[in-house]
């Protein structure tokens, strides 16, 4: 009971505020001029004298004394009270602000994000994760937007699940406990599971299969190639002599042999295929095969419920036609949020451009990405895409933000970063590159200029990059490269472990992860 009576009182005190609430609320709270019980304002000049940890201690002290009469029947039963109050509000202000006491630096770099579209560029370690996060918080607290009405995407599950808990816990710490008991009701998928539950969820409007069943488009060509072999090819191969070649010693281990040695046994042969009689090479009979079996894997796909990851996309854009299944949608989602955006594609842009640009209505798309790390080609990944998305959005008048803020590396290893992609006096090594003749330009990125504590130091001034080179030694395949790099890599952390000075890594104050050496 107490407990409770303990709440209520600080509760009131805070004026509904909840004790643990963000570094921005806590902020406005002051700057705001609210009146405190003390009586007096605590304006944006106060702040600034907030230089050290024993200032913002006795600032705690003082504000505590100023409703100590309005403890006073709590004191009675709790003579501890006050000073309970007090160490948990400066462990909560250690928590929260220990990295920012020097509140004008802090109110100069602290950004608040618009209920606008937005392009941000973000290049690795420079915070991507806790910029939606920020975003998040920005678009509840500022602009007043349901938590359940903004959608956010990224390029794996494994990344969702992670960024889901952080906000999670982010949400938690900001006081908002309403919208983390909601976080189940948010859609944060990737893009595939977005459109999966769009196409499950709005059969009518998509013109979809109440029971079609999502599949990699690999297994349906297995199993189009495993009819191929039985229905065609088992006709005219002699299986005796295959079965010998493929087992024999040369072959048994080398899978990726077998299809080569197979075509090879059959090139020359005369047989039947598709009611022919005729002689073909290997690589002849190997591209007929490869479009026999793409036809056949398409009629799957049409005639039944199976429906490929592409495939799947493409019926999700093509529905955005309709009119009502768009409005409905619309009217669900005010806000996307689209991570790792470099690596889509053209369809899945439209989609998000038929959402959240092709309307008058009040809504938002922030797009995350980052050019340099477009890696995903083979997958359809666009970056020509990128590009276009960032000039559409400049028409939209969206905002450009650059996260330039290196928190994952040394100073020395950004600077080398620098060095070798952005060149000396202007000159640039390896950039532009032109994509759609547009140019993509590398942008230097910053380490932080404090906060950062360097707890393991390997003290041999090594250059921050070193070159190696494997010499005697050739590489016949990509695995045996591997191996190779991992040895070396296993053997060089070993190194570093046993060294008496070990070597150096960082961490940022109130980053959310840390680092421990056993």
Known sequence: MGMEYLTKIVTEYLKEEPIFFPRRAFLSYYVKNIQVSSGKNKTVEDLSKFEDESVWIRFLKEELNGIKENLSPLVK????????????????????????????????????????????????????????????????????????????????????????????????????????????????????????????EYPVETETHTNWILTDALERLNIALYKLQHEEWNSWVDPEKLEDFILSSKYRFKKENILIS????????????????TTMTSETFLQKTA?????????????????????????????????????ALQS?????????????????????????????????????????????????????????????????????????????????????????????????????????????????????KENIKVLLSDKQKQGPIQIVRFTGKDFWNTQDAKNAWGQFISEEILKLIHKEDPFTYQVAEGDSYYVEKN
């Open 332 to 448: 669900r989602y005010r806000v996307g949020i689209l991570d790792e955006f470099q690596d889509t594609d053209g369809a899945q842009y439209e989609i998000f451009k038929r959402l959240f640009l092709e309307s008058n209505d009040d809504r938002a798309l922030y797009l995350i990405g980052d050019p340099k790390q477009s890696i995903y080609g083979f997958r359809g990944a666009d970056i020509g895409i990128y590009l276009q998305a960032k000039e559409e959005l400049k028409k939209h008048k969206a905002e450009e933000i650059s996260l330039n803020v290196n928190y994952r590396s040394v100073p020395e290893l950004i600077r080398a970063y620098n060095e070798i992609f952005g060149g000396k006096s202007g000159k640039q090594s390896f950039f532009p590159i032109l994509e759609q003749s547009i140019p993509i330009q590398y942008e230097p990125v910053f380490a932080p």
């Open 77 to 200: 039963l709790y003579p501890k009270t006050p000073e309970l109050i007090l160490q948990s509000r400066i462990r909560w202000a250690k928590y929260f602000y220990k990295p920012l006491l020097n509140w004008k630096k802090f109110m100069n770099v602290s950004r608040t994000y618009k209920f606008k579209s937005s392009f941000i560029e973000a290049s690795a370690g420079t915070g991507k994760t806790y910029t939606i996060m920020e975003i998040v918080i920005d678009l509840i607290l500022e602009h007043k937007i349901p938590l359940t009405q903004i959608l956010i995407l990224t390029y794996t599950e494994k990344a969702a699940g992670e960024l889901k808990e952080r906000l999670r816990k982010k949400l938690i710490s900001s006081g908002l406990t309403k919208e983390a008991r909601e976080l189940d009701q948010v859609t944060i998928s990737t893009i595939h599971g977005f459109c999966n539950t769009i196409l499950k």
């Open 262 to 277: 197979a075509s090879k046994l059959l090139s020359g042969k005369k047989y039947e295929y598709s009611n022919e009689t």
């Open 291 to 327: 479009l026999i079996i793409a036809d056949m894997v398409l009629k799957e796909f049409k005639t039944s419920e199976w429906m490929s990851y592409d495939q799947m996309i493409l019926k999700t854009r093509d529905s955005l036609e309709n009119s009502r299944l768009r409005k």
